[in-house]
């Protein structure tokens, strides 16, 4: 079975750093991109972070320059590292990426930053 879980998210006092996981499991995804999204109540859901097969990465400027989007292909593994958190970062964070013509989105994990 193919899926996506992260990990990683929790609560945090703003300024702080969190470091949020996504296993990938039931295939090889060396070859996909891979992405972070995150979800506010009451919004829709943004993308905050990719990552192709190269290692090639983009951000939207809300993130920039606090965000890094990383990936281990060997462990099948992406990685967020969040620094210098804000309130407004407040969301459920997913990860997604695009296998055999498919979206596939993890769970979702937590993530809560307190002013």
């Known amino acids: 079975q193919v899926q996506l879980v992260e990990s990683g998210g929790g609560l945090v006092q703003a300024g702080g750093s969190l470091r949020l996981s996504c296993a990938a499991s039931?295939?090889?995804?060396?070859?996909?991109?891979m992405a972070w999204y995150r979800q506010a109540p009451g919004k829709q859901r943004e993308m905050v972070a990719i990552i192709t097969s190269g290692g090639g990465t983009n951000y939207p400027d809300s993130v920039k320059g606090r965000f890094t989007i990383s990936r281990d292909n060997a462990k099948n593994t992406m990685y967020l590292q969040m620094n210098n958190l804000k309130p407004q970062d407040t969301a459920v964070y997913y990860c997604?990426?695009?296998?055999?013509?498919?979206?596939?989105w993890g769970q979702g994990t937590q993530v809560t930053v307190s002013s």
């Open positions: 997604w990426t695009l296998w055999r013509m498919m979206t596939l």
């Open positions: 039931g295939s090889n995804f060396s070859i996909n991109p």
